[in-house]
């Protein structure tokens, strides 16, 4: 079913519950494919990034979420049939190398040339205070598909409206502060990578 | 005269029309120091008052629209700006994962609450705040389980109550005041807030023209002995002037203008030093060119409540 008008009205009650003030740090973007990637602190985070994307470029955009939660009734509703979510397997201790590649295929197939991503890479929701070590997934994706800009999104403030195992909402300020994008180094190690990929997350918190 | 079928006092649209002529004055004003002034570090303050004056329109707008409707009108206006302060308040404060569900009290029950009782017109509207949510809320966030600043944590949500919805009340709750033959309608709400504004508004004109000598630099830069002295006068000159629109005669509308004032002033102070202690410029950004609604709302917060009193005590039946 193709509930994708749906978005926008989703995307303003979540704009309007999460009163999102939106910052870029460096101008409005125009990178044709981008990976935002974010720190994970609620399950509105997905939503509300989405809301505070352009209209042109959240048109393109795609949530990356994790199949074990949204693959269930209303939850699939609302991420696959509204949002075009990518659902993909997390990993749960050592996976197998296949299945790790196997999903990061189907994300570059359903990528094209034409989609943007918003991803997770810490892979599960913090409290909010520390931005956790990234997965390794964050690099994968960015060997097979070099060119994307890698644009660090930091989320202040939704954990308090709705934070971890907590159905009903209060009402904060929120924020989303949009760092400069960057892009994979050639031959850049996946250590070295991934750090420099959570410090400029890391460098758009407050204080 | 009639507008969209309700009946409003001349005397109200009198006031509304000089509020009127006061910001074609401003916006004219305005547009002469964008054109003439030329200096580079003049822009950032002229474009803010230009931005400020354009918002004041639609505050106005807004503002005038709610009290033709009547009561229902400001009480659905003012029951907003409480939810929206309370939200910028809270989200100033730290606070922690366990205050969630005192949280949900405060913003979802006690802010409707308040408001539901004014339309009641139940005079009770007065402790509900001060005493139940002031203890329910205590047993909440011991339920809660979290020991951590307890005291400080609750001192921080109640404060949040009684500054953002339980002061800010007091405003609408003008139109349950019964005043021998004085109608009970806008009028007194409208004079609080024009000379309220106005003093805030002056304030700042005055500071700005002539200030000098700060009056409390470290809570608030913008305040200046001159500012204060001159806002303060001619905000009381304002409502005493009004006193055709209040049962006062012109000497009490003069007394309790002053009083409004230096209230307001009050506010303002209070709030910036909750503001300085987060370590923020502003509230918010929603109001554009003033800040958040609590930086336009200070100085109500310390004037309505008092300003209700007084004219209880000394004017209304009950």
Redesign the interface.
Known sequence: MNLAPLAGVVAGGARLIS?V?VSWRDGRPLWPQSVFFANHTSHLDFVVLWSSLPKRIRAKTRPVAAQDYWDRGLRRALAVDVFKAILVPRGHGEKSETNARDTIDRIVAEMGERYSLIIFPEGTRG?GEAVAPFKSGLYYLCLRKPGVALVPAYIE?LN?IL?KG?F?P????SRITFGPASRIEPSESKQHFLARMRDALCALQPR | MMLFGHRVAPQLSDAFGGILAVLALATLIGLALKIVVRAESARTTIDNLNARIRTWWVLCLVFALTLVVGQVGSLVLFGLIS?LAL??Y??LVA?R?AD?HT??WA?FIFTPLQYYLLSLGWSGFVIVIPVYAFLFLLAVMALAGDTQSFLERAAKIQWGLMICVYCLSYAPALYMLDIPGYGPDAKLLLYLVIVDQASDVLQYVWGKLLGRHKIAATVSPNKTWEGFIGGILSATAIGTALWWMTPFTPLVSAAISLLIALLGFAGGLVLSAIKRDRGVKDY???VAGHGGILDRMDSLIFAAPVFFHVVRFFYALK
Do not use: A
């Open positions: 009163g003030q409290t403030n308090r934070p907590e009903l209060v009402p904060f300020i | 939810f939200r910028e809270i989200t606070t994962r969630h949280l949900f913003f918010g950004t929603i």
